[in-house]
């Protein structure tokens, strides 16, 4: 659920043949969310970015069913830190305060890009709730939208993602390494009694704590291919050679087309955020 208003051929036959896709003028525009609107406003880490429908899929088609997480095993134990109580305004007035208090947990241009835009506490929460549910996360932040086209590369008879691809997630990455981690489970703690009012609003009845965990631990769970990364023609659009990989739920897709550096930088600081909020090592992958 979410909130509505919310060939060139080189001369060496030796070289890759590498083929510019723009593939974000083949769909409607990106719909951006995070792992950073994770790691920033809950205190998460990195910005994931999504697409309207997952990679490879025809229009209409319903997203990948997430696998079902465990419920934690002390469910008495809220995540969090002690903090002292601030004096919050409503939640339909929050985004000054919100913005104040992650400017001070980094100042990365595309931590600045998130806070530029409104109802940041209510984006954050469907963010979140769309990645523990398998769901694609849309109408959220499209300023965060990657710079370049989509590439793919010829490697004899297999079709890759070409590296160069990579490079336009690294200032979601290298958002996600500057939060820190401590001082991210202060600002989830401080903001929660909002978050859980956004939470309810979304005819939620567990609390967003749980909803926090599963997303948290989808991701930590996401595979990090080793090599290159076949991909197949889908129309317009490409899905991964690889099976296993095709079954991933969208939000584990876009991680992956993070890149191999990307995708560890963006879960080393979800697991150093998971830990700092309290989430025990043993319910990590």
């Known amino acids: 659920m979410e909130y509505q208003d919310l060939n060139l051929r080189p001369q060496s036959e030796d070289l890759p043949i590498i083929l510019s896709v723009p593939v974000e003028r083949t769909h ?11 790691v920033v406003a809950v205190a998460a880490a990195g910005y994931l970015v999504y697409r309207n429908r997952p990679l490879g899929a025809p229009a209409g088609a319903p ?3 997430a696998p079902a997480a465990p ?9 969090g830190t002690e903090v002292v109580p ?3 305004p409503p939640l339909d007035q929050s985004d000054d305060v919100v913005r104040g208090l992650v ?64 490079s336009r997630y690294l200032p979601l990455a290298t958002a996600a390494t500057s939060i ?7 600002l989830y703690s401080t903001l929660k009694p909002r978050i859980e009012e956004a939470y309810a609003e979304l005819g939620h009845t ?41 079954r991933l739920t969208p939000s584990q897709k876009l991680l992956i087309r993070f890149g191999p550096d990307n995708q560890r930088a963006v879960q080393t600081s979800l697991r150093n955020v998971a830990l700092a909020l309290g989430i025990p090592e043993e319910r990590l992958p």
Do not use: C, M
Not at 71 to 79: G, K, M
Not at 213 to 233: D, F, H, K, Q
């Open 180 to 186: 820190n981690a401590g001082g991210a489970a202060k």
């Open 28 to 38: 409607r525009p990106l719909k951006l969310a995070a792992a950073v609107v994770l």
């Open 206 to 246: 567990n609390t967003f704590d749980q909803t926090l965990e599963r997303a948290i631990v989808l991701l930590l769970s996401t595979p990090v291919p080793g090599g290159r990364v076949s991909v197949e023609p889908d129309g317009v659009n490409y899905r991964f050679a690889d099976p296993a990989l095709e």
């Open 103 to 166: 400017r001070e947990l980094s100042s990365h241009p595309t931590v600045a890009a998130w806070l530029a835009t409104d109802n940041l506490i209510r984006n954050f929460t469907v963010v979140v709730s769309n990645i523990a549910g398998g769901e694609s996360a849309v109408r959220q932040v499209p300023a965060l939208k990657p710079r370049g086209s989509f590439q793919v590369e010829e490697r004899g008879e297999d079709l890759v993602i070409n590296s160069r691809s990579y």
């Open 86 to 88: 601030i004096d919050l």
């Open 63 to 65: 997203a990948a069913t």
């Open 71 to 79: 419920a934690p095993a002390d469910a008495a134990a809220p995540l």
